[in-house]
């Protein structure tokens, strides 16, 4: 079983707020990343420590969290943010969540 | 520009082992750590383990203590997985991954090689 639990889909209307959660027991005294993967490649990194975007992932991406609980938000949804996402946390070992299929409708 | 470029896809036999190159482009291997990944057909993404390239010292996921083994060589840039005693249950995807963040705030893998193909079937 998975230490973080996302759920396995989520849809969205094009140009709506999509929201993928993320829980885990040791969640809320660690650091929580997302990744993007799209079918055929690898993962791409969207945030990192909770809330900070790398250079190059548009604004609509951003991060929060409460208690056990992180929370992966996109405004303004485009059709090419359909992908599968991922929460990643660390507890002496990496730990991923088991991904959400994120659906543009 | 950064790049991780992985080695080629394998076919392996059950009982095999299989030894998977990770060259870093665009930076110095010894400045980040190293993580491996794997991800099985149609399945989530699973962490193996890390190397720190600079002292050489690993840490692996307790799944896979006692047959993986990742090595460096820093005068070509480049990481490597080898596991061993392969099943059928190891046909995946084998992806290297640049680590980010510290022991103490949480690494994250902000550069991720294109994966590798490994098929184990007999």
């Known amino acids: 079983s998975h230490g973080l639990t996302q759920p396995p889909s989520v849809s969205v209307s094009l140009g709506q707020t999509a929201s993928i959660t993320c829980s885990g027991d040791?969640?809320?005294?660690?650091?929580a990343c997302w990744y993007q993967q799209k079918p055929g490649q690898s993962p791409l990194l969207v945030l990192y420590?909770?809330?900070k975007r790398p250079s190059g992932i548009p604004e609509r991406f951003s991060g929060s969290k409460s208690g056990n609980t992180a929370t992966l938000t996109i405004s303004g949804t485009q059709a090419m943010d359909e992908a599968d996402y991922y929460c990643?946390?660390?507890?002496?070992?990496?730990?991923f969540g088991g991904g959400t299929t994120l659906t543009v409708l | 520009q950064v790049h991780l470029v992985q080695s080629g896809a394998e076919v392996k036999k059950p009982g095999a082992s299989v030894k998977v190159s990770c060259e870093a482009s665009?930076?110095?291997?010894?400045?980040?750590?190293m993580h491996w990944v794997r991800q099985a057909p149609g399945q989530g993404l699973e962490w193996m383990g890390w190397?720190?390239?600079?002292?050489?010292?690993?840490k692996y996921a307790q799944k896979f203590q006692g047959w993986v083994t990742m090595t460096r060589d820093t005068s070509i840039n480049t990481a490597h997985m080898e596991l061993r005693r392969l099943k059928s249950d190891d046909t995946a995807v084998y992806f290297c991954?640049?680590?980010?963040?510290?022991?103490?705030?949480?690494?994250?893998?902000?550069?991720w090689g294109k994966g590798t193909t490994v098929i184990v079937s007999s």
């Open positions: 991954a640049r680590g980010g963040g510290s022991y103490l705030l949480g690494y994250y893998m902000d550069v």
């Open positions: 665009g930076y110095t291997l010894t400045d980040y750590y």
């Open positions: 190397i720190n390239p600079d002292s050489g010292g690993t």
């Open positions: 040791k969640l809320e005294d660690k650091y």
């Open positions: 420590e909770d809330t």
């Open positions: 990643q946390a660390w507890d002496n070992r990496g730990i």
